[in-house]
Structures are given as structure tokens and as C-alpha cells.
């Protein structure tokens, strides 16, 4: 028979090929523009646990644009970047899990680590490739423009500039050049473009991928709960408990620690990902005591 450990590392790279044919289905999902959660659900790249958790971090709702002046309403546009970033975290967690199962030691998974921090790299090309046109530098094209404007306008004016000719191009070129410069420094002196980048839309992507991430990891910590931001602070949901599926949990996939009973001390907080700072930052302060049940889940005693 086939040792339990054996089982385990087959798992474990088979979960890792299935996360990663996950992410990069999201990519290119997100620059078809089509949404396929319902095709990756139906072809099994994506459990049913998997969807739950995805649901339970928040980025499954559906956002209603209601002012179109309002960064908040117009800061996401589809969910895509939201899945990708809980996808590069379960990847995280799956190699996590599975060096502290020593199916791979520190230094290979180390180098997949580094691997998967690369993946937001790729979706970036991928999405550029697939969304801007072929380039063109116009920049470059400009300058080109310029000095054969130059050297044109040097024969042009020699038959009325004669000996002064010289002179009126250096000074006509030092005029357009610098010009130039300036408009290269200044960046978009004809207000904002297509080019340009939001500093405000950029910081709420970033406060909302994090918020997902850290209720993705509530999520895996307690083994199935829900969390919510009510009231300017973070609380697990009144009827998470009662609205847990013990089936949908006892059926976890190998990165949310519930694979065999060896996988389940995986849920201690020394064992979680580079998120799991974040994580220490969610307080409920209606909480008072904090324990384990026989399944090795934290849960929440209210």
C-alpha cells in the first residue's frame, strides 16, 4: 500500500498545478473580459469550499455604481483582481502547509515563494498585452519631428537669414527643445489621460485587495466563519456558526488545512502566511475567551 505521506506530497502537487491553472484562468478571464466563475466551478478548478471562501472574503458581491463621480463605486470594475489575490494566497498557504508537513524543504519552498510573488508580474504583462494597442512612441516620434523640422527650416530661411541663419536655428532649436523637456517633466500638461495614474483609485484597490485577503484568512484560521465590518470595527457574522456547513468544511482542499487529520495543527497561527500579520489586527471586542474544539478549528466563543 501507499504510505499516507506519499498520498500527501501527490496531493500536494496536484493541488499546486490545479491552483495555478486557477490563477491563470483568472487572468485571461479578466482580459476577455467574461466573468467564468460558474466554468471554473463546473470543470472543478474551483471547489466548492473554495467558492465558499471566495464568497465569505467579499469578492463574489456585486457592487452597485450608484455615483459615477465616487472612486468607491468605480474602484472595481470585476472581481478578478480580488480572486487572483485570494488565489496567490492559497498558493502561499499550499506551500506553506506542505513545508510544515516536510513534504519540501525550507529552501525549495522558499524558491516558491519568490515563484508565486511573480505571478501579479505576469498578470500585468498578460493584461497589457491583451488590452493596450500596439505601441507607439510618440515621445521618440516627436523628437524626430522636431529635428527634421530643424534641418528643414535651416534651408528654408538661408536665402532671407543668409550669415544670421545659424544663429535664428539655434535659437528657434533651444526654444522647441526645451519646450519639450518641460512638457516631459510636467507629464500630462493637458490634463489627466488614459496613461495616468489615480493615486487615489490605486490606494483604494490596494485597502480593498487587502480587506478580501485579511477576511480570506479569517476564514482558514477559524475553519469556516465569515467576517464582517459593522460599526467601524471587524466581527465574525451572527449566524456564521449556525450557517456553517460541516459537510463544505470537512471537504476543504489540501491549502485550507483540512486534507487528514495530520494537516489539522496546520490552522496554528505560527503556520499561516506572510498575511497573518493582518490577521493579529482583527479584534472583536465582544470576544472573551478563545479555544480549540476536537477538530483542531479555532473558534470564536461569543
Known amino acids: ?47 466548492d469550499a473554495e467558492y465558499d471562501e471566495l464568497y465569505a472574503s467579499g469578492s463574489e458581491y456585486k457592487k452597485e455604481c450608484d455615483d459615477i463621480q465616487s472612486y468607491g463605486d468605480l474602484v472595481r470594475r ?63 516620434y516627436l523628437q524626430f519631428l522636431l529635428a527634421a523640422y530643424m534641418l528643414l527650416y535651416t534651408f528654408v530661411i538661408v536665402p ?14 533651444t526654444f522647441l527643445f526645451m519646450a519639450d523637456e518641460i512638457a516631459l517633466e510636467i507629464e500630462c500638461p493637458f490634463g ?18 487587502l480587506t478580501v485577503l485579511v477576511r480570506s484568512q479569517y476564514y482558514f484560521i477559524t475553519g469556516g466563519s465569515s467576517l464582517c465590518f459593522t460599526n467601524g470595527s471587524w466581527c465574525q457574522m451572527p449566524n456564521a456558526a449556525v450557517d456553517s456547513k460541516q459537510a463544505m468544511t470537512m471537504t476543504f482542499s489540501f491549502h485550507q488545512g483540512r486534507l487528514s487529520p495530520s494537516n489539522r495543527a496546520t490552522v496554528e497561527q505560527h503556520m499561516l502566511p506572510e498575511i497573518n500579520e493582518f490577521t493579529a489586527l482583527i479584534q472583536d471586542p465582544s470576544r472573551t475567551n478563545m479555544t480549540i474544539n476536537s477538530k483542531g478549528y479555532e473558534w470564536l466563543q461569543l
Not at 478571464?29 to 478548478?45: A, E, F, Q, S, W
Not at 506553506?96 to 511573480?118: E, F, P
Not at 493584461?127 to 505601441?135: E, K, R, W, Y
Not at 532671407?160 to 532649436?173: A, D, H, K, Q, R
Open 192 to 209: 489627466l489621460d488614459a496613461n495616468d495614474i489615480d493615486l487615489e483609485e490605486r490606494l483604494l484597490q490596494i485597502e480593498e485587495e
Open 1 to 47: 500500500p501507499i504510505s499516507r505521506d506519499i498520498l500527501e506530497k501527490c496531493t500536494f502537487f496536484t493541488e499546486l498545478r490545479r491552483l495555478v491553472f486557477l490563477y491563470i484562468a483568472i487572468v485571461f478571464h479578466d482580459c476577455r473580459g467574461r466573468d467564468g466563475i460558474d466554468k471554473l466551478k463546473d470543470t472543478g478548478v474551483l471547489t
Open 78 to 140: 470585476g472581481p478578478h483582481k480580488l480572486r487572483a489575490a485570494i488565489a496567490e494566497l492559497w498558493l502561499k498557504r499550499l506551500v506553506q502547509v506542505a513545508c510544515q508537513c516536510d513534504h519540501l524543504t525550507t529552501g525549495n519552498a522558499s524558491t516558491l515563494q519568490s515563484k508565486i510573488a511573480q505571478l501579479p508580474n505576469l498578470y500585468t504583462t498578460v493584461f497589457h498585452i491583451a488590452n493596450v494597442p500596439i505601441p507607439f512612441n510618440y515621445m521618440q
Open 160 to 173: 532671407n537669414s543668409g550669415l544670421y541663419t545659424p544663429i535664428w536655428v539655434f535659437l528657434w532649436g
